[in-house]
């Protein structure tokens, strides 16, 4: 993005951004009510800039749009967009799509777009809804649900699979990097290059991946590392445990986060943090050693619906019931 600029995307289609100390948010985006399927879990979910963008002016936004398909509420849209005004504005007549899913149900639609330091395009999605992965979309390789997707924006029209993908020579969508998810919601890449990825739970437990290539993280085989599919006998062969898992006596909805480089609290350097929608209680996690701190059980408790990092390496939070903001610093 353009230095010192943020931007915040709203469900209902708005991107908006705003320089820090600036007293209001400028529109940079906003979609048409006909052009985007909004409310509960859907509507405008994930942006991600070129790594290039001050050379092509090219930016990426996921939404949830309307369908013409039978028995789809709505359909998950990744397009590019390109903004002439060193991204004041994006260009809605620029839009060129690169991928559509249909959506079997209205939730766990995941969000998070990142490119990677590889330079290809990371796309989480979840499973396609309603409750236990009713049609096991996680596990079949042969769909784009539940899956950590990766694509090289680069070549090919509109994009070309790396040649480096797991099921890029076959035994399943080329476009898959990982899978096994339910609904990834956020996920970053630290410094060193590792991807992070919070997945939210079913009924029991909440978790933290550290997402490989080729990784399968277990659903609907498992919730965190429990049994959750009986009829299966329970398999853990070639599965990945969670690096963190939490109950829900702790949250309900986790809220994957950012390592943490910033300057204001030293003591976070190098740690990844994460919340929990419900609970609002916002964790350390020490990659390391696997510790875990809670940092604010006496503090603010927002209703986390995402994290940002700014180019400082200081980390937001955001409020989506307030419609706040804030910064992570030290308690008085």
């Given at each position: 993005a353009p230095?010192?600029?943020?931007?915040?995307?709203e469900?209902?289609g708005v991107?908006?951004?705003f320089?820090?100390g600036?007293?209001t948010a400028?529109v940079a985006?906003?979609?048409?009510?006909a052009?985007?399927?909004?409310g509960?879990?859907?509507?405008?979910?994930?942006?991600a800039f070129?790594?290039?963008?001050?050379?092509?002016g090219?930016v990426?936004?996921?939404?949830?749009?309307p369908?013409t398909t039978?028995?789809?509420p709505f359909k998950?849209?990744?397009?590019?967009?390109?903004s002439?005004?060193?991204?004041?504005?994006f260009d809605?007549?620029?839009?060129?799509v690169?991928l559509?899913i249909?959506?079997?149900?209205?939730n766990?639609?995941?969000?998070k777009?990142?490119?990677?330091?590889?330079?290809?395009l990371?796309?989480g999605?979840?499973?396609g809804?309603?409750g236990?992965?009713?049609g096991?979309?996680a596990q079949n390789?042969?769909?784009?649900?539940?899956k950590i997707?990766?694509?090289?924006?680069?070549?090919g029209d509109?994009?070309?699979?790396?040649?480096?993908?797991?099921?890029?020579?076959?035994?399943?969508?080329g476009?898959i990097?990982?899978y096994?998810?339910r609904?990834?919601?956020?996920?970053?890449?630290?410094?060193?290059?590792?991807l992070?990825?919070?997945?939210?739970?079913q009924?029991k437990?909440?978790?933290?991946?550290?997402?490989?290539?080729g990784?399968?993280y277990g659903?609907?085989?498992?919730e965190?590392?429990?049994?959750f599919?009986?009829?299966?006998n329970?398999p853990?062969?070639?599965?990945?445990?969670?690096v963190?898992?939490?109950?829900?006596g702790?949250?309900?909805?986790?809220?994957g986060?950012?390592?943490y480089?910033?300057?204001?609290?030293?003591e976070?350097?190098g740690?990844?943090?994460y919340?929990?929608?419900g609970?609002g209680?916002?964790?350390?996690?020490?990659?390391p050693?696997?510790?875990?701190?809670?940092?604010?059980?006496?503090?603010?408790?927002?209703?986390?619906g995402?994290?940002g990092?700014g180019?400082?390496?200081e980390?937001?939070?955001?409020?989506?019931?307030?419609?706040?903001?804030f910064?992570i610093?030290?308690?008085?």
């Amino acid at each position: 993005a353009p230095a010192g600029v943020f931007y915040v995307l709203e469900q209902a289609g708005v991107v908006k951004r705003f320089a820090e100390g600036d007293k209001t948010a400028r529109v940079a985006l906003a979609f048409p009510a006909a052009s985007i399927a909004a409310g509960g879990e859907s509507g405008l979910l994930g942006i991600a800039f070129h790594p290039r963008f001050a050379d092509n002016g090219f930016v990426y936004l996921y939404r949830t749009a309307p369908t013409t398909t039978a028995g789809s509420p709505f359909k998950s849209v990744l397009a590019r967009y390109r903004s002439t005004d060193g991204g004041a504005t994006f260009d809605l007549a620029s839009e060129k799509v690169l991928l559509e899913i249909d959506q079997p149900f209205p939730n766990h639609n995941g969000g998070k777009l990142a490119f990677g330091p590889d330079g290809f395009l990371y796309w989480g999605l979840g499973d396609g809804g309603a409750g236990g992965d009713p049609g096991n979309r996680a596990q079949n390789k042969d769909l784009l649900l539940g899956k950590i997707l990766r694509v090289d924006v680069d070549r090919g029209d509109p994009y070309a699979i790396p040649p480096d993908n797991p099921f890029a020579g076959g035994g399943g969508r080329g476009e898959i990097f990982a899978y096994g998810l339910r609904n990834p919601w956020k996920l970053s890449f630290d410094r060193d290059g590792v991807l992070w990825a919070g997945d939210v739970g079913q009924g029991k437990y909440e978790e933290i991946d550290r997402i490989v290539k080729g990784g399968n993280y277990g659903w609907r085989l498992r919730e965190g590392k429990h049994c959750f599919d009986p009829a299966t006998n329970c398999p853990t062969d070639g599965l990945i445990d969670p690096v963190v898992e939490y109950d829900h006596g702790q949250g309900v909805s986790v809220t994957g986060g950012y390592v943490y480089y910033g300057k204001a609290v030293p003591e976070l350097f190098g740690k990844y943090l994460y919340g929990d929608y419900g609970s609002g209680r916002i964790w350390a996690l020490h990659p390391p050693t696997g510790t875990v701190s809670v940092l604010n059980e006496e503090g603010e408790r927002p209703k986390i619906g995402s994290f940002g990092q700014g180019p400082d390496g200081e980390v937001y939070v955001v409020d989506i019931a307030q419609g706040f903001i804030f910064r992570i610093a030290r308690a008085p």
